[in-house]
């Protein structure tokens, strides 16, 4: 079957790829920014690639008129800037667009489970989409899923930020709001076995794990998983705004998903349909298993995908090549450049440079400048990286994106998504002569800009000489 997949470089169409690929489906894969896909890691001839963009009706003609089949797994939540409804209403109404002249037989779209009276805005928008889609000549199955439990997933996460971090918790009353966590093993099962099947054309289905708990139950559990001992207190006076605030300085999430969550979790998120079950029979994995599941796939560094990589500024939206173009004028350069003696050595460093890997000088120097991003509303440092050696462009790096990562022409650069007066690049680059180029370049916004550069210039003078050396030197000595 030749199936249209959207979303594919966010954290479901990562995992749901190959396994589509795996029962030999022909797969279209829809991205906003073809340089954002990694085509080399899926050497298979039934995979394609076209740039789709729901906002721009400019690119919907890319879609082949001969597709049987499509996911739609788009959504905006975590846009930092906007009217995210909007956002996910407008992208709905251009599908059916995009679609209208193809072959296309079934739409299977991933939503939230909305049985309560009264959603949060972001499981509202969930259901406009659906009820937008099912406005379509083409039948939609509709899968409603609650928390998704595993490497990499934003519930995953987010509670392993708080279990981990603090040993004693005094959390908003929302900590007794009940759920029903799913596996993405589950998951991916339910949404690989609706497609082509009749009975589930034209419907939607609740979906979700064995057990029904708490918040305070989940991170209860998610502790003892980890062998750790955890206190947790709930108090009602903790408003949403300061709720938000506790999730975003304790967690990797930005201060805008930090609100929508806490509004979801206001809500009861409880499956109340069994059909799914009789209709695509699995054994469903339990909570703590899923998460033991996730942290063996951790160890052995084989995260797929993080819902870390969709969270930015608006740099996806405009489209990663658009910076590929590092600016010159108008801007401020640091450039340094170093002989080195085992190429590979260094180049196996560039590429795992951040995370828990650290930056090869000043690490703490690092971090202040990552506390101080979270103070201003940014991305922190937080985020990490999903793969301590290897690293692919539009994955996020700390707070830096990914904007090329090529081993073979030994080249790395970033692009800064901290709250900043201008833009930033870095850039690391090893040359023909075996000389390591480190180049950092910033383009100010007005006076503030300038008046920046200049204040954190002292500081570059060694950090990134620091830096550069460590990088060169076979045996460096990390400076924390």
């Not at 049985?115 to 083409?138: C, G, M, P, T, W």
């Not at 910076?323 to 640091?334: A, L, T």
């Not at 979270?374 to 990914?402: C, H, Q």
Request: proline fraction near 4%; glycine fraction near 6%; hydrophobic fraction near 40%.
């Amino acid at each position: 079957m030749k199936i249209l997949l959207t979303g594919v470089t966010g954290y479901i169409g990562q995992r749901l790829l190959p396994v589509l690929l795996e029962k030999g489906h022909e797969v279209v894969c829809c991205t906003r920014d073809k340089s954002r896909f990694d085509r080399s890691k899926y050497p298979n001839p039934n995979l394609s690639v076209i740039e789709l963009d729901l906002l721009n009706q400019d690119t919907l003609s890319n879609i082949p008129k001969d597709i049987e089949a499509a996911y739609y797994l788009v959504h905006s939540m975590a846009s930092s800037e906007g009217d995210f409804e909007e956002k996910e209403k407008i992208s709905a109404q251009n599908f059916l667009k995009g679609i209208k002249e193809t072959s296309l037989r079934q739409i299977i779209y991933l939503s939230g489970i909305v049985n309560e009276d009264h959603l949060s805005k972001h499981l509202a928008s969930r259901k406009k989409v659906e009820d937008i889609l099912s406005e379509s000549s083409v039948p939609v199955t509709t899968l409603r899923a609650g928390i998704i439990i595993g490497s990499g997933s934003a519930s995953f996460e987010i509670m392993r930020d708080l279990v981990e971090k603090l040993p004693v918790m005094v959390a908003p009353k929302w900590l007794k709001t009940k759920c029903q966590p799913i596996s993405i093993r589950n998951v991916l099962t339910y949404l690989e076995g609706v497609l082509g099947k009749d009975q589930a054309l034209g419907k939607s289905f609740d979906i979700g794990g064995p057990d029904v708990l708490t918040y305070k139950e989940m991170l209860l559990r998610f502790a003892k998983v980890r062998k750790l001992n955890r206190k947790i207190w709930v108090v009602p006076v903790m408003t949403p705004r300061l709720s938000s605030y506790w999730l975003y300085f304790v967690t990797a999430t930005s201060y805008p998903l930090a609100q929508h969550l806490v509004d979801s979790m206001k809500i009861n998120v409880i499956a109340n349909d069994e059909a799914i079950k009789k209709l695509i029979p699995q054994d469903l994995i339990g909570y703590e298993e899923s998460i033991q599941l996730a942290f063996d796939k951790i160890a052995q560094n084989e995260v797929l995908s993080s819902w870390k990589d969709a969270m930015s500024s608006d740099l996806l939206d405009e489209g990663i090549s658009k910076h590929i173009e590092v600016p010159v004028n108008g801007c401020f350069i640091d450039k340094r450049k170093t002989k080195i003696t085992d190429p590979e050595a260094t180049l196996a460093k560039i590429f795992s440079i951040g995370g828990e890997n650290g930056w090869y000088y000043g690490n703490w120097m690092w971090k202040l400048r990552g506390f101080l991003d979270k103070l201003v509303g940014g991305v922190g440092l937080r985020r990490g990286r999903k793969n301590p050696d290897t690293i692919t462009a539009g994955e996020s790096l700390d707070f830096w994106r990914v904007l090329l990562a090529s081993k073979k022409e030994r080249r790395l650069l970033l692009y800064a998504e901290m709250k900043l007066p201008g833009e930033a690049w870095i850039e690391f680059k090893i040359t023909p002569e075996n000389e390591l180029v480190q180049t950092a370049t910033f383009r100010p916004w007005g006076i503030l800009g300038r008046l920046y550069w200049y204040s954190v210039l002292p500081f570059h003078a060694f950090v990134f000489e620091g830096m550069i050396q460590n990088l060169a030197n076979s045996n460096p000595t990390v400076q924390n």
